[in-house]
Nanobody
Framework: QLQLVESGGGLVQPGGSLRLSCAAS????????IAWFRQAPGKEREGVSC???????YNEDSVKGRFTISRDTAKNTVYLQMNSLKPEDTAVYYC???????????????????WGQGTQVTVSS
């Protein structure tokens, strides 16, 4: 059974940090591009960061220098380290696996066929 499970969300003050985890079962994350998306209330889902099967990464402009995506192949888990969090980072964060093997990651949700259930991140004082 293919499954992605996110964890690590929560409430944090502005300037704080969180690390999100995306654990996979039934598929090998190292063979696919993996992305983090987020959706804030009343807004469309947007791509945040992605990591290719070769380990190269891409970050959307609003999170460059603050968010880092990484992968632990042995644990079949992808992480999103989020530093210097801002209130505008508040959203439900989803991890997603590309539908096809060994494709380059592009932050378009239609390319991703496997999704987790999401984890809430709230940045507020």
């Amino acid at each position: 059974q293919l499954q992605l499970v996110e964890s690590g969300g929560g409430l944090v003050q502005p300037g704080g940090s969180l690390r999100l985890s995306c654990a996979a079962s039934g598929l090998t994350l190292g063979y696919r591009a993996i992305a983090w998306f987020r959706q804030a209330p009343g807004k469309e889902r947007e791509g945040v960061s992605c990591i290719n099967s070769d380990g190269s990464t891409y970050n959307e402009d609003s999170v460059k220098g603050r968010f880092t995506i990484s992968r632990d192949t042995a644990k079949n888990t992808v992480y999103l380290q989020m530093n210097s969090l801002k209130p505008e980072d508040t959203a439900v964060y989803y991890c997603a696996a590309h539908s096809l093997l060994f494709r380059r990651c592009v932050l378009k949700s239609m390319d991703y066929g496997y999704w987790g259930q999401g984890t809430q991140v709230t940045v507020s004082s």
